[in-house]
């Protein structure tokens, strides 16, 4: 059922994105949980044509689980993943984990209520052997174990493809954008859901306080624009609004067209959509003495959501101060995570302030006040 070629251990190369630029950037990052056990389910078993079925990550949740937090490459490596072979995205997933994607959209499966994780009707050979006609008559689809902690999961490696694409288009328009260029037309068309950010710039947003009633396109604006979105009568059946949002979002892209304006607003709208997709939030970690701010997601599309939103933003990320707990932006200088870091309000009076208290913690200091000590009690009164 999976491929007999050793898979290399995972290699993170030193190449960079087609910019030069570093793009995974200093986070104060959260750890998640990844399967021990992930494989490559490539079908080669069957002989098929090439191309006939998709190949497959599947993985188990069984105990036990290993934990890993954002480094370096996990960014980087990942906008590579488009034109990546199999072995590769398997690599990738050892160190980081998998995406969980949902079996109908290949999208993080937490992007719509009614989707779910793909249960994988395959289960493992435990043992190298050649296959037999009564072994493949054992790789068929079997009844789910009642233990569902020995259940395996599997998505497309498809859907690591897409969203390594869409992840690398969103950089070159942010890219672009910074450098005072519209964003090429090419990597907005890569963005199959941009539709929706469209949709939000061109209509206010419900209950917005600052909306008036010019705000909102009229019958005028939305006939010069053709709705060239196409979709399928099905798709008019199941929604009858998305002929108004597809000539909706043809007003946006023509106000895109010579707009940087319109343009940074808009991907704006698109990192909003990977927060959203990957539920980034900020939380709090108080495993230590001391609590800590972080900004989280649903795992590894978490962290990416992450690394996108700073490196778009040009900033790196979020510090939180020594002193005080504030999360502010750190300067043009990445924070050293082995010193302490404080924010403008507290600066360098807070950090004479805790060195000297590091300092009456030294061997040196105590030993320099003990013979001071000594000295002021043997003086004559």
Same mark, same amino acid.
């Given at each position: 059922m999976t491929s007999n070629r050793e898979i290399p251990s995972y290699r993170r190369r030193v190449d960079s994105f087609d910019t030069g630029e570093v793009l995974d950037h200093f986070v104060s990052g959260f750890e998640w949980a990844i399967p021990t056990r992930i494989e490559l389910l490539d079908f080669d078993f069957l002989e098929m044509p090439a191309g006939e079925l998709e190949g497959m990550l599947y993985y188990s949740v069984a105990q036990p689980l290993r934990r890993v937090h954002a480094g370096p490459g996990l960014l980087e490596d990942f906008l590579k993943l488009e034109m990546a072979t199999d072995a590769a995205i398997l690599?990738?997933?050892?160190?980081?984990?998998?995406?969980?994607?949902?079996?109908?959209h290949s999208l993080p499966w937490r992007h719509d209520p009614e989707c /779910?994780?793909?249960?994988?009707?395959? /289960?493992?050979?435990?043992?190298?052997?050649?296959?037999?006609?009564?072994?493949?008559?054992?790789?068929?689809?079997?009844?789910?174990?009642?233990?569902?902690?020995?259940?395996?999961?599997?998505?497309?490696?498809?859907?690591?493809?897409?969203?390594?694409?869409?992840?690398?288009?969103?950089?070159?328009?942010?890219?672009?954008?910074?450098?005072?260029?519209l964003g090429q037309q090419a990597d907005w068309d890569a963005l199959p859901f941009l539709q929706q950010p469209l949709v939000r710039l061109v209509v206010p947003r419900q209950g917005d306080p600052?909306?008036?009633?010019?705000?909102?396109?009229?019958?005028? /604006?939305?006939?010069?624009?053709n709705d060239d979105a196409g979709g399928s009568s099905e798709d008019l059946d199941s929604d009858?609004?998305?002929?108004?949002?597809?000539?909706?979002?043809?007003?946006?892209?023509?106000?895109?067209?010579?707009?940087?304006?319109?343009?940074?607003?808009?991907?704006?709208?698109?990192?909003?959509?990977?927060?959203?997709?990957?539920?980034?939030?900020?939380?709090?970690?108080?495993?230590?003495?001391?609590?800590?701010?972080?900004?989280?997601?649903?795992?590894?599309?978490?962290?990416?959501?992450?690394?996108?939103?700073?490196?778009?933003?040009?900033?790196?990320?979020?510090a939180v101060c020594t002193s005080c707990g504030t999360p502010f932006l750190p300067g043009p200088r990445r924070p050293r995570r082995d010193r302490n870091i404080y924010c403008s309000d507290c600066g360098i009076k807070a950090a004479t302030r805790d060195a000297a208290a590091r300092y009456r913690q030294t061997k040196k200091y105590r030993e320099t006040y003990q013979k001071w000590s000594e000295e002021r009690r043997s003086r004559p009164a």
């Open positions: 690599a990738y997933a050892r160190r980081w984990g998998p995406l969980w994607l949902c079996p109908v /779910q994780p793909s249960i994988s009707d395959w /289960q493992p050979d435990e043992e190298e052997v050649e296959l037999t006609d009564a072994e493949l008559d054992r790789l068929r689809p079997e009844d789910l174990p009642e233990d569902i902690s020995q259940t395996w999961y599997d998505e497309l490696l498809s859907g690591w493809r897409a969203l390594s694409r869409q992840a690398r288009a969103t950089i070159r328009l942010a890219r672009r954008l910074h450098d005072g260029k600052f909306a008036t009633v010019e705000d909102i396109p009229d019958a005028t /604006q939305l006939g010069e624009v009858p609004d998305e002929p108004y949002r597809r000539r909706l979002a043809a007003l946006g892209r023509r106000r895109m067209a010579n707009s940087a304006e319109f343009q940074r607003r808009l991907l704006g709208e698109v990192l909003n959509y990977w927060l959203e997709l990957a539920g980034v939030r900020p939380r709090l970690d108080w495993s230590t003495l001391k609590p800590a701010v972080q900004l989280g997601g649903y795992g590894l599309i978490g962290a990416l959501a992450v690394q996108l939103l700073f490196d778009c933003s040009r900033t790196d990320g979020l």
